[in-house]
């Protein structure tokens, strides 16, 4: 049964195996974050094959750094998307783009050509131009809430901000979004 | 008025429940209305975005190959607390064998295995002492009593005439009247005592000015008949480790064969209460 982000004290005690070195509490969380580690990194980078393969390096990496990891500090959750951003970074980096870094997370990659006969594919291009405008903050709010479907309270534990900061990030997010939707030519 | 960013989040939360419509929203507030509309069709926009997700041979594939990584790379954390306990454990054990080590030291005789770390004990202590010739006098005292308590015909009686008269060449090295009187004081006592177990010492008789005659002076002491010695506990001095050192005075005077002309001894200065000289670890 996979696990959600409701029970927060089932996945501390998976999290605690998983620490002690159980594999299986560990493939259980993968089970649980795999979806939405997945759709954090493909609204990122805008290619379904290459959002795959930072997934499962983001959980490689989990795995082998998890003795660096305390509960206390942050949930597992956001851990883990942090583990996914920073492979993004360093995807682009290897790639040596010529964007700057906060260009690479704030600004969409380029044309989603590689995947643009895949629905998939072109679905994650068009999430990914939408929000290109978001920062990065905000994109991580919207994502959580209405892809991953998180309340505004769960949202706060993941990111270690207060409610009232999520609902104003959460607004702030929808306008900038609302005003590009509106606009004919996008 | 109820801020912007509470009616949509309320509004999100009404129609994620099912619990309100778009419209049922806007009426609820009339006075964010318009700006509520444009961000609620955008939240319906995102909202396509739950279909972005891995395809399942994408994740099952993935799975197989992070339980294959975990099995190839086991996690062997050690539990913290459980080290912890170990290296306590460990720790404690060694300081107790260590503290048992030293304190049966110092009731070790030469010969002894453990005699040597008496020995390495006394240096340490020896270097603490501010006073230099009371801790040399009371290290001079030890090397007598265990001349005293050396078995005759041992092999280690040899060890426990150097180990004097080493101490007692120690004791060449102070020189001032006052030094040279204290020092007559605590020779005369240990000549005393090694007298009532029948031991000579010609270096000691040198040193206190008593030349045997000739012909009575053994090239090595003559021990005879050392009886078992009870032992007390001395009082702590100055922050020392509390020893037990043999009590001489209580000895039975056994005097078999003696070269040298009987003394009248007490006991050891560092073996009576009051006796203002050190005591050795």
Known sequence: ?186 | MIDLDTALDDCLTRLANGTATVDDCLRLYPEHAAELRRMLAAASTLERGRAVRPSDSFKADARARLVAHMKANPRRRAQPAAAFGWALRFGLAALAVAIASVSAAQAALPGNPLYSLKLVTESVWRMAQPNPLAADLALADRRAAELAQTPPGSPAVQLALQGYERALAQLARYTSPADRATIMNVLAAQKEILSRVDVVVPALEQWIGVTPPATSVAPTPVVTSVPTLPAVVLPTVSGQPTVTVPVLTALPIVATRTLVPPVIVTALPTALPGNPLPTPP
């Open chain 1, 1 to 186: 049964m996979p696990l959600t982000s409701n029970d927060p004290a089932a996945e501390a005690r998976l999290v605690q195996r998983a620490v002690s070195g159980d594999a299986d509490a560990f493939a259980r969380l993968y089970d649980s974050y795999a979806d939405r580690v997945f759709r954090f990194v493909a609204i990122r980078v805008s290619d379904a094959r290459l959002a795959e393969d930072v997934t499962a390096q983001a959980f490689l990496k989990a795995w082998e750094n998890l003795d660096r990891y305390e509960w206390r500090d942050v949930p597992f959750g956001a851990w883990l998307f942090r583990i996914a951003r920073n492979l993004v970074i360093d995807h682009y980096r290897t790639r040596k783009e010529q964007a700057s870094l906060d260009e690479v997370v704030e600004q969409p990659a380029p044309a989603p050509d590689v995947d643009a006969q895949i629905d998939m594919g072109r679905m994650i291009a068009q999430l990914h131009a939408a929000m290109h405008t978001l920062t990065d903050d905000q994109r991580q709010v919207l994502v959580m809430k209405f892809m991953d479907g998180l309340t505004t309270e769960e949202i706060a534990r993941h990111m270690g901000k207060q409610p009232g900061a999520i609902r104003a990030l959460q607004m702030r997010g929808l306008q900038a979004l609302a005003g590009v939707i509106d606009k004919p030519d996008d």
